[in-house]
């Protein structure tokens, strides 16, 4: 074999023959060296071995200023993973979401390459569970895809049962390629129409304007208050120290990458309860320092929106009226909903304060409103005005809308 | 222009078009050089097969069909019985059916049953999926089980295909880089593969063919995973070699249906060359003017003629000459959008289109249609590339003429002598090595991306122990895990990503009109075809290009009215990377190893349309362009070299220069302080200085532009020697390179594209001395360079006959080319060279 090996060296243009990878060391068949290097225990089964860490943490213990939580998810929470769960009703939770008795599950993988498809592996879960007197991350760690079948089947029996899954990107990394591991072994899918809450999409609505970006670190550093000791590994280089430790049995390297998932899951836990505690009426009490006001304001005007888009058009209301004065965003959405409730005066107030800060669209709001609500034809026309010299609008279309209100003007006045 | 003549549809038109065709040559005075009368065949006919499912009888005859051809019904016949089966029937002859027929009989059949059909582009893919899905929705079966899935497919789409279409129509590409990678995604669509179907096997040969073998495999591989064990069904252009062509890239046994039995009309086919317009220098009048004026003609006697250029430049300007001729001009080229392709296939039906221009037969849909004559400007490069396109020719069974223009080039003018090659000789043999061992490897390691390697697992032509040998190669390259004999990815990305089953560079650059998306471009063209300030021909019009935006991918265009054209100059580097293996051959040494080939356009000249001289020279920054890949270079030793700078008297005092010559010498030596710009010598008495053009004065037009300040450098007597010896040393090494290069598909298994050339007169390949390269255009390379180096002295043998033996005095297109400095073609170079390497007598 070595002759093809040389030709394939020749027609690479390899340089000299490099040197052959030695065969690892064999563990011990328990796994018991690995095992104590990364503080886990060895489980055996029949054709493999997997490893498990278990960290606890008691209940009402912080991460950052905010405490893990517990319990049974926001009904409002709720709502939105569900609608990731889709119309398969083989799975539909026993329990509903919102009973303390729900289990709930947060999940976090770390996988030998960002590029998904059937050739990556999770090598290292994180499963996070509440119960009465706290949370616990359990953290499975693949010592080789040769064990993966036990591996799968060990995690599966974490997942069974759970009510919803809460990740960060998960929609888009780690439950695809967690449900492409089972099915490459032909297991069924634990998380098959198992509601999913994805929190990266809701931090994104909450802080995408207040923050540089919405990575889990930024969010966590920021929001929570959490800082991570310097020993986290980037995590461009995570697959090549698994790849690493696969050759050489040492799995000391990895150690920082099982803290960074433990805490991952934590961190996970107390966004959750962050965003819980905004949604509950009695948001004003908090422990933490003095907020500030513009970044409030954000986050009140992201949460409305978002409350909006979940069908809950009272609560989002509440949240605009909370953000208006700090932001003209929040006060057009205000008035968009006043109108479509009909409290039509209300709604003008908010456009006649807009406009008088040079909103064109707000003085053709108003112009509408003279015209329809309060059959003010010569004020309608004076808003059109108004907002052709404010500019930004379409020429054709503010001429369209006086050509109509002249006609009618015309037909009503003579 | 006159009233249109309207497009005739009697039985006698081809008489009238060999009639109207012999006339129109004449007058144009083009010779013909063959002529061939193919004999009109009747149709063969075969009822339908008597235990269609009902649904499916009646959506056929809904479509008129109540019989089929006899190769159709043998056909189906083969592959509802289980066979794998090719066919290579011609033109229009209903190939089609003969795989949507067993398909929707099964489906009806069994609703689980799924079949995947590949096209070499997605143009064809999309226009098969409208016929399929027409005939399945005929036939009863739900809405959205036929379905096309490619780079254009919505990703909002993408789920419902993936859980409910039963025939997927896609391309090699999609399923290498989207498909296999993700297949758990596919559980359902593999499980219940029965079969797949792959059109026109006959482009995937060469390394395109490696590649296709090596996805095929794949493809089966995962498919028996999920317990499924699908039937191949082929379709094929003539070859010389089919059941083996399949069997290569297939890995299948066919069973083999040629006997085309559709009727088809009398066919007259014409090979014409264009005369000569200088018999010293052997040049013709170019073929695509040619074709492009005969078309005209015969439009203009009331015939409907389609046009195949070669090439996209060339059918842009064959659109503007015809315009000028005529109404009803269309260009037909994959670029185009689907709405607009739809369009022209309608103006052909109603007699609109008069003369529709495409670039290759691959381009065009199942809908266009006959035409009563098809004219082809130069060799599109083979037998069975030339028998498609002419099979267009006729419509509806009646009678059609083909013409063959043939161009300047080697193998044109080779056909010109031995006519007989294109209709008695055997059609060529496809060729491709799927086993080539860095086409295998890459293949295996997207295999064990998909699926570990089982210890027991062969690959193509290597045994489990070759394999194992491989993982373990694998294995220390850092991307796989070997356990208990199985091979586990374990790289960080796909390997699918770095393997590129065509060419380098498959991105495209949208073109945009007024901020309307008018087409595309593939990004390594657009470099120097939309250049900023380029005047680029869509639809025959003229276009200016204001912006290449190459990070965004788009080009903004404005329509223009210039009568100019541009041509952009692009400088090709390369390098080597790490050091090349060497072999002392006659006068050379032959060096092989990986090199990366950076491709930069530098400029570009304006040139009038009309007359093509020179208005101006502009300067351009791009960024290059970088190719990685293997390359073959001989680097001709000293003695060589030298009897290359002697050959060739060049005489210079001779010229005439142009009025404004004293002058512009003047200027030139007082602009370089009366010293010469390369070795500072000064004009003293006995030393009279010399004022050279950098770009020899018989390339310009005007010697105006010849005697610019920028052209022009002073030299000392010595070096003025010395660099009109370069100019000699690179004329003959590019003309040997171009010999070379036409002649290198001939001996080697490949596509002319598959290969690069370049001459160098100082090479960083060969220590800085001159060198000529050949480099594989595929990323990676794939050994086509390695076998050339093998065959060294069989490929200078057969350059020499081909340039010794050439009629024209310095050098031609159809044997030395016009590579090399323009103004000087290098023929006696080229053979001082070559009798070097041959050992011949000079």
Redesign the interface.
């Known amino acids: ?1 070595s002759d ?2 040389d ?2 060296r ?4 390899d ?1 000299a023959e ?1 040197e ?2 030695p065969e690892p060391r064999a563990p011990d068949p328990a796994w018991g060296g690995v095992a104590a290097q990364l503080g886990a225990a060895s489980v055996v089964a029949g054709n493999g071995v997997h490893l498990v860490r278990r960290a606890r943490l008691a209940h009402g213990a912080l991460h950052g200023r905010w405490p893990v939580g517990g319990g049974g998810l926001h009904p409002w929470l709720g709502r939105w993973a569900s609608r990731s769960a889709r119309a398969v009703p083989s799975r539909r939770a026993s329990t509903p979401l919102d009973d303390d008795r729900a289990k709930v599950v947060y999940l976090d993988t770390e996988t ?8 990556t ?1 999770a090598f290292l879960v994180g499963v996070g569970t509440h119960d009465a007197d706290g949370f616990t991350v359990e953290q499975l760690f693949l010592p ?3 064990h993966e079948r036990v591996y799968l089947t060990a995690l599966s029996e974490r997942l069974v049962g759970a009510t919803a899954v809460v990740s960060y990107n998960g929609a888009s990394f780690d439950l695809p390629l967690v ?2 591991r089972f ?2 072994h032909g297991l069924p899918d634990p998380l098959e129409g198992v509601p999913h809450l994805d929190l990266l999409p809701l931090a994104r609505r909450l802080w995408r304007r207040s923050l540089p970006d919405c990575t889990l670190g930024t969010v966590e550093r920021e929001v929570l208050g959490a800082r991570r000791s310097a020993r986290d590994v980037p995590g461009a280089e995570v ?2 120290r ?2 690493a430790f ?1 050759r050489s049995r040492d799995a000391r390297p990895l150690r920082g990458v099982l803290e960074h998932n433990r805490d991952d899951i934590v961190a996970l836990a107390a966004m959750r309860s962050r965003i819980e505690e905004m949604l509950t009426p009695e948001e004003t009490t908090r422990t933490t320092a003095r907020p500030q006001p513009t970044r409030d304001a954000l986050e009140l005007h992201g949460l409305a929106r978002w409350l909006e888009a979940i069908g809950e058009a009272d609560a989002a209301l509440a949240g605009y009226l909370a953000a208006e004065d700090r932001l003209p965003d929040a006060a057009w959405d205000a008035a968009r909903l006043l109108r479509r409730r009909r409290r039509f005066g209300e709604a003008a107030a908010r456009w006649s304060r807009l406009a008088a800060d040079g909103d064109a669209r707000a003085w053709i709001e108003l112009a509408k409103h003279r015209e329809h609500r309060l059959g003010d034809v010569s004020g309608a026309l004076d808003a059109l005005e108004a907002a052709r010299r404010c500019g930004g609008t379409r020429h054709d279309d503010l001429e369209r809308r006086r050509a109509r209100l002249l006609a009618r003007a015309a037909r009503d006045g003579g | 222009m006159d009233a249109q003549v309207p497009v005739e549809r009697s039985r006698h038109a081809p008489d009238r078009a060999v009639a109207a065709a012999r006339r129109r040559l004449t007058e144009l005075g083009t010779e013909i050089v063959a002529a061939r009368s193919l004999a009109p065949r009747e149709g063969s006919f075969a009822p339908l097969p008597g235990d269609l499912p009902g649904p499916l009888r009646s959506a056929l005859a809904a479509s008129g069909i109540e019989r089929l051809y006899l190769h159709q019904r043998a056909a189906i016949d083969a592959v509802r019985a289980g066979d794998d089966v090719l066919l290579t029937t011609g033109t229009a002859s209903g190939k089609s059916l003969a795989y949507q027929l067993p398909i929707l009989a099964g489906q009806l059949a069994d609703p689980e049953a799924t079949a995947l059909a590949l096209f070499p582009t997605k143009a064809l893919a999309h226009d098969q999926a409208d016929g399929f899905a027409a005939l399945a929705r005929g036939a009863g079966l739900p809405a959205g089980i036929v379905a096309d899935y490619d780079g254009d497919t919505s990703s909002h789409r993408r789920p419902g295909i993936r859980a409910e279409a039963r025939t997927l129509l896609t391309n090699p590409d999609m399923l290498h880089a989207a498909i296999l990678p993700h297949h758990t995604l596919w559980r359902r669509f593999l499980s219940g593969l029965r079969w797949i179907v792959v059109d026109e096997v006959h482009v995937y040969r060469g390394v395109f063919g490696g590649h296709l073998a090596g996805v095929v495999r794949r493809l089966l591989r995962v498919a028996r995973h999920y317990g499924a064990d699908p039937r191949v069904i082929a379709t094929s252009a003539t070859l010389g070699n089919p059941v083996e062509h399949a069997r290569t890239v297939l890995g299948r046994d066919v069973v083999h249906v040629d006997a085309d039995a559709a009727p088809r009309g009398p066919r007259e086919v014409l090979l014409v060359r264009p005369p000569l317009v200088d018999e010293a220098l052997g040049l013709r009048r170019p073929a695509l003017a040619e074709a492009a004026s005969l078309a005209g003609r015969l439009a203009e006697d009331g015939l409907q003629v389609l046009v195949f250029a070669g090439s996209r430049q060339g059918a842009e300007e064959a659109v503007v000459q015809l315009r000028n001729r005529t109404d009803g001009v269309r260009t037909y080229r994959s670029g185009l959008l689907a709405g607009e392709r739809r369009l022209i296939e309608r103006e052909l039906r109603d007699g609109v289109a008069r003369v529709v221009v495409a670039t290759s037969a691959l381009e065009l849909g199942i809908d266009v249609g006959g035409v009563d004559a098809v004219v082809i400007a130069g060799y599109p490069g083979s037998a069975a590339a030339f028998w498609q396109q002419i099979g267009r020719a006729g419509r509806r069974g009646r009678p059609g003429l083909g013409v063959l223009v043939l161009a300047g080039g080697p193998l044109d003018q080779y056909l010109a002598r031995h006519p007989g090659h294109l209709f008695g000789a055997a059609p060529e043999r496809a060729l491709s090595d799927p086993d080539h061992l860095l086409l295998a490897l890459d293949h295996l390691r997207c295999a064990a991306f998909e699926l570990p390697i089982e210890p027991d697992e062969r690959f193509g032509g290597y045994g489990p122990e070759e394999v194992a040998a491989l993982g373990q190669q694998m294995r220390a390259d850092g991307e796989a895990h070997v356990a208990d004999g199985r091979i586990y990815w374990l790289g960080d990305r796909y390997p699918a990503e770095g393997v590129s089953l065509r060419s380098a560079g498959r991105d495209e650059v949208a073109l945009l009109l007024d901020g309307v998306a008018i087409g595309t471009i593939d990004a390594p063209s657009a470099r120097w075809m939309v250049h900023p300030g380029a005047v680029y021909l869509h639809d025959g019009r003229p276009h200016l290009v204001e912006e290449l935006d190459l990070a965004q991918r788009i080009a903004r265009l404005r329509a223009t009215d210039d009568a100019v054209l541009t041509r952009a100059n692009r400088e090709t580097r390369i390098d080597p990377v790490g050091r090349p293996a060497a072999r002392a051959v006659r006068g050379a040494t032959v060096l092989t190893g990986e090199v990366t080939v950076t491709e930069r356009v530098t400029g570009y000249r304006r040139l009038r349309r009309v007359t093509r001289e020179t208005l101006g020279r502009f300067p351009l920054t791009l960024e290059p362009s970088h190719l990685r890949t293997r390359a073959y270079a001989f680097a001709p030793d000293e003695a060589t070299v030298a009897r290359l700078r002697r050959a060739g008297a060049w005489s210079n005092d001779a010229n005439d220069y142009g009025p404004d010559w004293p002058r512009a010498r003047a200027a030139a030596l007082s602009r370089d302080g009366h010293a010469c710009r390369v070795c500072g010598t000064k004009a003293a008495s006995g030393t009279r200085l010399h004022v050279h053009h950098v770009v020899p004065f018989r390339a310009f037009a005007s010697a105006r532009e010849a005697n610019r300040a920028d052209n022009l450098t002073t030299l000392c007597p010595s070096c003025h020697r010395r660099a009109e010896q370069g100019v000699r040393v690179r004329s003959g090494l590019a003309a040997v390179a171009y010999a070379m290069r036409s002649l290198a598909p001939l001996r080697v298994l490949c596509d002319a594209r598959d290969l690069g050339v370049h001459a160098d007169p100082s090479s960083a390949v060969a220590d800085g001395g001159p060198a000529l390269l050949i480099y594989e255009t595929v990323p990676g390379g794939v050994g086509l360079t390695d076998e050339l180096a093998r065959r060294h002295e069989e490929l200078v043998e057969a350059a020499l006959e081909l340039v010794a033996g050439c009629g024209c005095d310095d050098g031609c297109p159809a044997c030395v080319g016009p590579a090399g400095e323009p103004g000087h073609a290098g023929k006696r170079e080229a053979i001082a060279v070559l009798d070097a390497l041959t050992g011949s007598e000079a």
Do not use: D, S
């Not at chain 1, 020749?10 to 243009?13: D, E, F, N, S, T």
């Not at chain 1, 030998?112 to 050739?119: I, R, V």
């Open positions: 074999m093809l090996l030709r394939l020749a027609l690479r243009g340089a490099a052959a990878v030998t390459g960002l590029a998904g498809g059937t050739g592996y080789g895809p040769e449900r492409t099915a490459m697959p090549a698994y790849l696969l």
